[in-house]
């Protein structure tokens, strides 16, 4: 039996899956907090997925991502998972620019529940740093699927994507703080490239803001999409504080490089 953050996650595995057949990898890259938990070893689900493009047209990925999702292979699937049928998008009503395509898709479920899911691609192009990994057999194992290779953005790439979504974001999440938390010690700050670090402002906003966030927002933002035992370890406003205080610790490092 498969619970809601589960399935989820194995429909963004399976569309991956698929997607991958038709896009050469190296026309994308996985990031935000599927990349996270997928390549490192965040305990953090996530409701929606995330995806860089570069030289795919607009109308080609959207009748692709449509005809993905319109498949009955692909939804008898995802039949084994408790997943009944996908609501396929209204077209007429989402976000399809130049910039950004946004697929907003409802799982329908055996049981009866309605959970939603986004896949939104920008099409700003890709930063460098990018990996082509297999997903780890921890994940896959649960869901009993053969191996799946994506191209994704290494640690040091996500950090420096982190770093600048809490310095602009117009509203500050507790999950980049989570997963700045969560990448701290994938990375080595000597061999980080300057290059790719935000400038000082930046830095200093992302740290400002970070201290911004309430226990009660992460509470209700990241720890409710954490598995039903981390749930129990993560609900404390003292974990919160340790949390926060490392990810300040990993600003203050890549601020003094």
Request: aromatic letters at 12%; zero cysteines; proline letters at 4%.
């Amino acid at each position: 039996m498969y619970n809601s953050l589960q399935q989820r996650e194995i429909f963004h595995l399976e569309f991956l899956r698929w997607f991958g057949r038709k896009i050469d990898a190296r026309y994308y890259a996985l990031k935000g907090g599927v990349n996270m938990r997928f390549f490192f070893g965040s305990i953090r689900y996530s409701e929606d997925m995330d995806l860089d493009l570069s030289e795919v047209r607009v109308d080609i990925l959207q009748e692709l991502v449509i005809k993905i999702l319109s498949s009955k292979d692909f939804v008898s699937n995802l039949n084994y998972y408790g997943i009944r049928a996908i609501s396929i998008p209204d077209m007429t009503k989402a976000k399809q620019t130049e910039t950004t395509q946004r697929f907003k898709v409802h799982l329908l479920t055996f049981s009866g529940e309605d959970l939603f899911t986004k896949i939104e691609f920008s099409q700003r192009g890709l930063y460098s740093g990018i990996a082509v990994n297999a997903i780890p057999d921890s994940i896959l194992r649960d869901y009993r699927l053969i191996p799946l290779i994506v191209p994704h953005y290494s640690a040091q790439t996500a950090v420096m994507q982190k770093i600048e979504a809490l310095a602009s974001r117009p509203s500050v999440q507790a999950r980049d703080i989570f997963d700045l938390y969560i990448l701290s010690p994938k990375i080595i700050i000597p061999e980080i490239n300057k290059e790719i670090i935000p400038k000082r402002d930046k830095l200093a906003k992302a740290n400002e803001n970070l201290f911004s966030v309430t226990f009660e927002q992460f509470r209700d933002s990241v720890v409710l999409f954490l598995s039903p035992d981390d749930q129990k370890s993560y609900s404390s406003s003292d974990f919160w504080d340790e949390i926060k205080l490392k990810a300040a610790s990993l600003l203050e490092e890549i601020i003094s490089k």
